[in-house]
């Protein structure tokens, strides 16, 4: 643990421990040097406090990234509710409003959002403390609701300009495209795709998602142990992260890796692996912008959706610079990524 926090570049943590549950709540802001620290809120279950924390720490830095690369000016960070696995339904929204206490004393010095595992409805208790910090409210509450289809527009736009830069022809239509992970993103992604007319394969581990995938929409479904040796123009991880490691690189059988999903890349490393292979990667914290920027710049900063909207559109572009910059530089898109967020950080001052 002592080497974690060492390692982790980031401001301030906040911790804590929830004796009734026993849920550690953990609030990692990486960076405001571009504005107030933003990431959604992920709520799981952790072997230990030490994965909570690594996991907090690394989607924080993600998020400075996130916000950094997209030229967007919000600051980095991430909030890990850690739950016991057998928490009582009827301690959630206690939990909730106490982790919205913790927010409104930070007086904005972090803002907040859906991630894995919580929802609209989630952001709209811990609002009744944390308001104005927590976005992505329902509607009924007057929030922008769930950021997903956000997500899957600017992982749409991403995935054109992928076939771009490997066809130089951004269309979707005939492109066999493996959805891995049927969830907020995954669900409208696969919309899109199907209006773009490309071929989608989809992966699930929940059996009655499976099955209106594979029996209702008819599409062809992949076991999740099949995955990465299934043959795909792109792969998209839009589940949990990590799925992109030294076991499954070699079994690849993709042209690009293109989704959702936060820190897809077991390690950095695995970029390099990735372009060895000569499989383009897109950045997930470049490509997966999109929920966030919706949702921060219309609940707090006075946007249009038309303004949100161009913005996520403009993912596109960011990724076909990031693949020049790659290029030009001989390194992986994910360094490449780094090093353009990093010089608008220290443009910043
Ligand atoms: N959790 C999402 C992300 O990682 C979306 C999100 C972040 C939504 C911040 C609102 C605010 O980008």
Excluded at 175 to 194: A, D, F
Excluded at 270 to 279: C, H, K, P, V
Aim: charged share 25%; hydrophobic share 40%.
């Amino acid at each position: 643990m002592e080497e974690l926090l060492q390692q982790w570049n980031g401001e301030r943590i906040v911790l804590h421990f929830d004796r009734r549950t026993g849920a550690q709540i953990i609030i990692a802001i990486d960076s405001t040097r571009l504005g107030p620290g933003t990431g959604g809120t992920r709520m799981k279950s952790y072997p230990d406090l030490t994965s909570a924390l690594y996991d907090a720490l690394r989607l924080s830095t993600g998020m400075t990234y996130k916000f950094a690369a997209a030229d967007f000016p919000r600051g980095g960070a991430k909030a890990v509710i850690a739950i016991p696995p057998d928490l009582d339904p009827a301690e959630r929204p206690r939990l909730l409003r106490r982790y919205g206490e913790l927010i409104r004393d930070l007086g904005g010095r972090f803002q907040t959002g859906p991630d894995v595992g919580t929802s609209p409805a989630d952001m709209d208790i811990i609002s009744e403390a944390g308001d104005p910090y927590v976005f992505c409210r329902t509607p009924e509450r007057g929030g922008t609701g769930d950021p997903g289809p956000y997500t899957a527009l600017g992982v749409f736009c991403g995935q054109q300009a992928v076939c771009e830069r490997l066809d130089g022809n951004p269309s979707l239509a005939g492109k066999r495209i493996l959805v891995q992970g049927i969830g907020s993103v995954g669900r409208p992604l696969i919309e899109q795709l199907l209006e773009a007319k490309a071929e989608v394969l989809f992966s699930d581990v929940n059996e009655t998602v499976i099955k209106h995938y594979r029996d209702d929409m008819r599409l062809p479904f992949v076991q999740p142990d099949a995955v990465s040796k299934t043959e795909c123009d792109i792969l998209a991880p839009c589940a949990l992260g990590g799925t992109i490691n030294p076991e499954t690189i070699p079994l690849l059988r993709c042209r690009a890796v293109a989704g959702s999903a936060n820190n897809q890349l077991a390690t950095a490393e695995d970029a390099d692996r990735l372009r060895e292979r000569d499989i383009l990667y897109a950045p997930d914290f470049v490509i997966n912008a999109g929920g966030a920027i919706a949702a921060t710049s219309m609940e707090n900063m006075g946007w249009t959706l038309d303004a949100a909207t161009d913005r996520i559109r403009s993912i596109h572009q960011v990724l076909l610079e990031i693949f020049e910059v790659a290029a030009r530089q001989d390194i992986n898109t994910h360094t490449a990524a780094i090093r353009v967020a990093e010089r608008r950080l220290s443009e910043a001052g």
